[in-house]
């Protein structure tokens, strides 16, 4: 699926006016991107039923259609299951509004992050060709590098609950000695592992699939690579944090609604697939 129309909505006869045009599926489906399968699929669970038929009985859109589809592929891409998208649609106008409005300050959001991150990405390759030292963060630093996210907020609460545990030391030690393009590679893979995650998501790819257990092996590698040592059992122990622990579930569901119940049910089934 895709949010942009290709090359504009022309009508089968070549205008570029839309009054009283109709397209059939295919062409709907050539001028959208959106594949016969998913359009029949959508007319099928009424999502999207085209306004009217041809003589020999084949769907037939009109410009009405085309605009209600445009909105399933905008909420679509905003994450929304399929099965709440007709709610969305079918909500009062200024309801409708008010969620986009939300979900744009989201994407602004996510937007200037990943913007930030591109940054500290130029900033490590500049040093790489150039030849540069790096040197180990001071705390300013570190915050700046997390843009609002600042690691040692926690630090109190984390050395009270795990300060006598090996990982919390192997922690300690390794994050000390990172540097401000050490910590951007860090966030940069953890960014994909989570875009990875939310892929499968919005897709509908159950958490208990290979796919998404693959994505949890990632998870776990990326942890044990930066951090500490993770077993099973300590991912296990992890994934049940980032539901019960409300801090951990905003962060994790800034990225999309849901994420950390889809991530943490992943993660879980892995481990126990490595207790099998």
């Not at 009270?160 to 192997?170: F, L, N, S």
Request: proline share 3%.
């Amino acid at each position: 699926m895709t949010l942009t129309w290709r090359e504009g909505l022309r009508c089968p006869s070549g205008g570029s006016t839309l009054d009283a045009k109709r397209w059939t599926v295919g062409e709907v489906a050539a001028l959208t991107g959106v594949s016969v399968r998913t359009l029949h699929h959508y007319d099928e669970i009424g999502l999207l039923r085209p306004a009217e038929r041809s003589d020999g009985n084949y769907r037939l859109y009109t410009p009405g259609d085309l605009a209600r589809l445009r909105r399933v592929l905008t909420w679509r891409a905003l994450g929304v299951p399929l099965a709440e998208v007709a709610g969305v649609l079918d909500a009062p106008p200024d309801l409708e509004r008010e969620a986009l409005r939300a979900h744009a300050g989201r994407l602004r959001e996510d937007l200037r992050r990943a913007e930030h991150t591109l940054r500290e990405v130029q900033a490590r390759l500049k040093a790489l060709e150039d030849g540069a030292e790096e040197t180990i963060m001071s705390n300013e630093d570190v915050k700046a590098v997390f843009d609002g996210f600042d690691p040692t907020q926690y630090e109190a609460e984390a050395r009270e609950r795990w300060g006598e545990t090996e990982a919390y030391r192997q922690s300690a030690a390794r994050t000390a000695r990172y540097s401000r393009a050490d910590w951007a590679r860090i966030r940069a893979e953890m960014d994909g592992i989570t875009a990875d995650y939310v892929e499968l998501m919005d897709a509908g790819v159950p958490a208990t699939d290979v796919r998404a257990q693959g994505v949890a092996a990632r998870h776990r590698a990326h942890i044990s690579g930066a951090y500490y040592d993770a077993s099973p059992q300590m991912m296990r122990g992890l994934a049940q944090m980032w539901v019960a622990d409300e801090r951990f579930t905003r962060n994790i569901d800034r990225a999309r609604a849901g994420l950390a119940a889809y991530q943490t049910a992943a993660v879980t089934a892995w481990a126990d697939a490595q207790d099998g």
